[in-house]
């Protein structure tokens, strides 16, 4: 046999052998991976929501309301869903806003009044009373007319004092903080900061008192003049009759005054 021969016949030989060998020895391929189980959809329910941002005191319109699925598993009582009430969007139109909406969150009728029920006696917390009293439009008396509603305020009266004026023949007045902590429920008309108003000239501010501070601020309307002090974000929320600090500097307060009847004449006199 020739050469040449014996060479092909032994290259193939070995490359048949390297096969076998490969064939033989080398791992199974892995098994493909099996196929992922999709998880079951997830229950919704239409529920009424927002569909902008709306502030307090806002009149709703059908075009501030959508439907928006939402999960059964996150669902509220106080929620209004298509199923249980499907003219919810038209029963809900009309009616105002008690607390603020942000946009996409769900429509509840604890947060709603109708214009009826009287829109001030419903965001007034339980058990206080609102109490109007003049202010200066030009906000003489009012931080510059600054002041808006949610505001904190301090109420100051400025009363004369008749034994002092007599005894110097020159008008003494004095000022008196008769409330703190006092929330502004409204500045005019306006319940409600719009469009970045930060200047608001109204006529009466409205606050939220307690019965016994009511008659408190009444008495002080009719025998001296009022004035409010705004307070800043960080005093707010003090109880009103919270003691005052230890270091705070203290401020003089007038003595009280005496109710002196004379020949049938009532006068308030500060002794």
């Not at 499907?86 to 942000?102: I, Q």
């Not at 200047?199 to 408190?216: I, K, N, R, S």
């Not at 009022?226 to 960080?234: D, K």
């Amino acid at each position: 046999m020739k050469p040449a021969r014996l060479a092909v016949l032994g290259i193939a030989l070995a490359a048949g052998s390297g096969a076998a060998f490969l064939m033989s020895g080398g791992d199974p391929p892995a098994p493909p991976p099996p196929p992922k189980a999709e998880a079951p959809p997830v229950p919704m329910t239409d529920v009424l929501v927002a569909a902008t941002d709306m502030p307090m005191g806002q009149v709703l319109r059908a075009a501030d309301l959508r439907w928006q699925p939402w999960p059964d598993g996150a669902l509220s009582p106080g929620y209004m869903s298509r199923k249980l009430n499907p003219k919810a969007l038209d029963e809900t139109a009309g009616a105002a806003v008690r607390s603020g909406f942000l946009a996409g969150e769900p429509i509840r009728a604890q947060k709603l009044v109708r214009p009826e029920s009287g829109f001030m006696a419903a965001i007034l917390p339980a058990g206080m009373r609102a109490v109007a009293i003049i202010t200066d439009s030009r906000g003489t008396n009012s931080a510059g007319g600054f002041i808006l509603p949610n505001d904190r305020v301090d109420v100051i009266r400025i009363v004369r004092d008749e034994a002092r004026s007599r005894a110097s023949n020159t008008e003494v007045q004095l000022s008196q903080t008769i409330l703190t902590d006092i929330r502004v429920l409204a500045i005019g008309q306006l319940i409600q900061e719009k469009n970045g108003t930060n200047v608001v000239t109204g006529e009466t501010a409205t606050l939220a008192v307690t019965p016994a501070q009511a008659e408190t601020l009444a008495l002080a309307n009719k025998v001296g003049a009022l004035s409010l002090a705004l307070r800043s974000l960080s005093d707010a929320g003090q109880s009103p009759d919270a003691p005052p600090q230890a270091d705070a500097p203290q401020a003089q307060m007038p003595d009280p005054a005496l109710t002196v009847v004379r020949f049938g004449v009532v006068r308030q006199q500060t002794p």
